[in-house]
């Protein structure tokens, strides 16, 4: 920082007082910024874990369902819920992840770079905007209303379907996207036509990234409420038919129970049914990104 | 048939260039040697491929080239095209179903739609309007946009521009990872925790500013817009912070090390070079949280603390409310006679109408500006 050895007119001074404050206190927002946005995480887990440990650690919780269990009352689990979750994502999901992937090789294998790709694109852009009540609301016109079906589990899922969609669709054709040109070439030249390339070849190499995509999307699924809300009555009971009216989730199981007065065991059952909810989709967020890290197809 | 007619070769054997399509794979020689020739000439690497290749001919002897079906491509091909149509059609018949169910209620509205406040939807008089519905969205939304930008703007330059690699990982794992939490845990939590923990901030606001309307004291502190506010500003931190920090990391090195070049501190680099460069990504990612704010449901219904019907409005922050989603939720169970659930189809239409616009032009600016998400 010594000026003497150079150009007299050049002055290789510290940046001037006011300079440095300002870049100072630049320091301290973002440092101030990145704590704040830190913070809500550790404060929603700790505050679902510390009230809702104590009940998932009992294999009651899940092995036995609400039948017969009053807010007043201590037992039952949340078996009936998790099955209902699991079973409305499965079934949403084996609508969503075909008609996602497909979409996507439509974009990139097929539509790239035409007036088509982008109208898609740009639906899809819209798609992954529509808010959960209104995907709702849609499935409720036309399932209720105008086909005259009535609540279900299924109309759940469809409505879902809405939400995953955009989802899975993204993840396949970014990943789609970095599936290098030279080996549909390579496939192509030995003879193998275009859609047994995308099979076999393609969809393969973007394997891990899809399956990325596909949990991502469950998770997000699985803790989506105003379907549920709408589209079919909680049950309190197990019941495996997605085609009944009445259905346990964890997400309604916590919506049922949580205006109860807070000395209740009921009450204690809404945080054990939040923290329940929360451990599977974490898991499959981790799990997502597990896949993904191991993929073989790397960003550049 | 030969196999040059699929589309598999198509790819692999481009057409030869000729002189109208220099850019395939010709140079054009500009040269003034070549006077004798008016047009530039065109030298192809390829000018001894002819254009089509008779593989049963030009094939070595001994190797057979087996015929391709077209089958399983025409099958497949169009397969991915009804999926893709299929999702735009979804989109669309989104709007045509809702506005098909909510256009009778409309219709017998005896209230202004866009001004009424009230919302009598049993029986045969209809008198419904979303006046207080959009008052409360649009305020709960742009509060929680106005909190959770200018955070996440600092929480994307610090991953970008201050730390280290090894230790933007992990914070990047953190923030991304509030996007996994179910909203309704959000609304528990919010309700439970937060609300209680932002009273003393909320009296605060109303000893000292209350007169202004917009902060003037409402009936629950705690089931407040701006809890609820609050909270929609953790959920759309993630999605903020996720584009924020893609856009800044693709700001140019030489424009950074241009600014540096100069002499510039780190906050004069981030004003004059990543700032600017990201602006564009940045405002688009603010509509997308606008976005998700407008249409969260079940965090703010279980906030918000719903008004008595017929009480007087407060436009505070610190009043409870009801949005378009919350007011839908709140009354699922209602569903029963097609008047009454046409007019909450129609709350919905408008927040689908509301969600569509925002998202569209989150969209253009992010496809004018010059980085990508």
């Known amino acids: 920082m010594s000026a003497t050895t150079t150009d007299p007119q050049l002055s290789f001074r510290r940046p001037s007082g006011i300079r440095t404050v300002k870049n100072a206190l630049a320091t301290i927002y973002v440092i101030v910024a990145t704590v704040l946005a830190v913070i809500p995480l550790f404060w929603v887990l700790y505050t679902v874990i510390t009230k809702g440990l104590r009940l998932i650690l009992t294999s009651t919780w899940w092995l036995q369902s609400q039948r017969g269990i009053t807010p007043r009352r201590e037992g039952g689990g949340a078996y009936h819920a998790i099955v209902g979750t699991v079973e409305m994502a499965l079934i949403c999901a084996a609508i969503a992840v075909p008609l996602g992937i497909l979409g996507a090789i439509f974009l990139i294998e097929y539509a790239k770079g035409t007036k088509v790709a982008r109208g898609v694109s740009f639906m899809v852009d819209i798609l992954s905007g529509v808010p959960s009540i209104v995907a709702a609301l849609f499935i409720y016109a036309l399932f209720i209303t105008i086909l005259g079906l009535g609540r279900s589990a299924i109309a759940v899922s469809l409505a879902l379907v809405l939400l995953m969609l955009p989802v899975v669709l993204r993840s396949t054709e970014e990943m789609l996207k970095l599936v290098p040109q030279e080996l549909r070439e390579a496939s192509y030249a030995l003879g193998v036509s275009k859609w047994k390339t995308i099979i076999r070849v393609v969809i393969p190499a973007a394997f891990g990234g899809i399956m990325t995509g596909v949990m991502l999307g469950l998770a997000r699924v699985m803790g989506e409420t105003a379907p549920l809300l709408i589209l079919v009555s ?67 | 048939m030969s196999v040059t007619d699929t589309d598999a070769t198509e790819r692999v054997e481009p057409e030869p260039a000729t002189a109208e399509d220099p850019s395939v794979s010709g140079v054009v020689d500009h040269s003034p040697v070549s006077l004798h020739s008016p047009v530039p000439k065109v030298v192809t690497h390829r000018a001894a491929v002819p254009a089509t290749i008779d593989h049963a001919e030009q094939a070595p002897r001994g190797v057979r080239l087996a015929k391709i079906s077209k089958t399983g491509d025409r099958i497949f091909r169009s397969l991915a095209t009804t999926s893709a149509l299929a999702i735009v059609l979804l989109v669309l018949f989104v709007g045509i179903f809702l506005s098909a169910l909510a256009l009778p209620s409309l219709q017998a509205d005896q209230d202004n739609f866009l001004t009424s406040r009230n919302w009598t939807v049993a029986g045969d008089q209809l008198r419904f309007g979303i006046a207080g519905l959009l008052w409360t969205t649009v305020l709960s939304s742009v509060l929680a946009m106005a909190i959770a930008v200018p955070v996440a703007v600092g929480v994307a330059l610090c991953l970008t521009q201050y730390l280290h690699k090894r230790a933007s990982g992990p914070v990047s794992f953190i923030v991304d990872l509030l996007a996994a939490v179910p909203s309704i845990i959000f609304g528990l939590w919010g309700l439970s925790v ?127 409310g009801e949005t378009f989603a919350s007011k839908i939720a709140n009354n699922a169970s209602e569903f029963d006679s097609p008047s009454k659930t046409g007019a909450f189809i129609a709350a919905g239409l408008v927040l689908f109408v509301v969600t569509f616009a925002v998202n569209a032009i989150a969209r253009v600016i992010a496809e004018r500006g010059g980085a990508k998400s």
């Open chain 1, 234 to 300: 909680y049950a309190v009971g197990i019941n495996f038919s997605p085609t009944s009216d009445t259905m346990g989730a964890l997400p309604t199981m916590i919506n049922t129970g949580r205006d109860q007065a807070q000395q209740l065991p009921g009450y204690e059952r809404v945080w054990a049914a939040a923290l329940t909810l929360i451990i599977i989709v974490m898991l499959l967020n981790l799990l997502a990104r597990a896949i993904a890290r191991a993929s073989k197809l790397k960003e550049r």
């Open chain 2, 194 to 320: 937060l609300g209680p923990f932002l009273a003393p901030a909320a009296e605060w606001l109303i000893s000292k500013i209350g007169w202004i309307p917009l902060f003037s004291r409402g009936v629950d502190p705690k089931g407040s817009v701006f809890v609820a506010s609050v909270v929609l500003a953790i959920m759309i931190l993630p999605i903020v912070t996720a584009i924020s920090r893609d856009v800044f990391a693709q700001t140019p090195r030489d424009h950074i090390e241009a600014a540096l070049a100069l002499g510039a501190t780190r906050w004069e680099v981030i004003r004059t070079a990543v700032l600017p460069y990201g602006r564009s990504g940045v405002i688009s990612a603010s509509m997308l949280g606008l976005g998700r704010a407008l249409g969260e449901t079940i965090a703010v219904m279980i906030i918000l603390t719903t008004p008595s019907v017929g009480g007087p409005f407060s436009p505070s922050i610190f009043a409870g």
